[in-house]
């Protein structure tokens, strides 16, 4: 068996995660809630969690071509620069995550990653422009123009906006989004 691939989404209050062939057909899935207690558990949670929808698939690690992980926040190859409800920074999920479980990782915004899914899997199949918002702990906007991803390290924080200078405190760090 290969050809697997492994989505996990990093909510500000649930971690979720599932298991398709190479076709995107959704094979397995798993839900637990964020349970954030610092960076290497946190990474060893995803990596857990990573593992239960392949165990639930009848799959083994080396079944799997990769992960895909999105957060709330912004990110730069394997590291997390800032997230907006999680305590990370600066960190290097990708390499924590390894560490637990061997498998290539791709990390990406959340709102991000989930227009791409919608470019490729649902309701943006065929379309060159569209907004993905998401809402849940907080809001994002994922942004396809001319076909491509409108990625970076801020492009999706929608909810990041700041709107009144020196208004209420954001989880961000900011005031006034």
Do not use: W
């Amino acid at each position: 068996m290969s050809g697997f691939f492994i989505g996990i989404d990093v909510g500000g209050t649930n971690l979720k995660a599932g298991l398709t062939d190479e076709t995107g057909r959704l094979l397995a899935a798993a839900r637990r809630p964020l349970d954030f207690r610092g960076a290497e558990t946190f990474a060893a949670d995803l990596a857990d969690l990573a593992a239960e929808v392949l165990s639930t698939a009848g799959a083994a690690p080396g079944d799997a071509e990769g992960v895909g992980i999105g957060l709330p926040g912004a990110v730069s190859g394997g590291e997390v620069l800032y997230t907006t409800n999680i305590p990370l920074e600066r960190t290097d999920l990708a390499a924590l995550f390894r560490r637990r479980l061997d498998l290539p990782v791709l990390l990406g915004n959340d709102a991000d990653c989930a227009a791409v899914g919608e470019y490729f899997q649902g309701a943006g199949r065929g379309l060159r422009d569209f907004v993905v918002l998401t809402l849940g702990t907080g809001l994002g906007a994922g942004i396809i123009l001319d076909g491509r991803l409108r990625g970076g390290e801020s492009s999706s924080e929608a909810g990041h906006m700041v709107l009144h200078a020196g208004g209420e405190p954001c989880p961000c760090g900011r005031r006034g989004c």
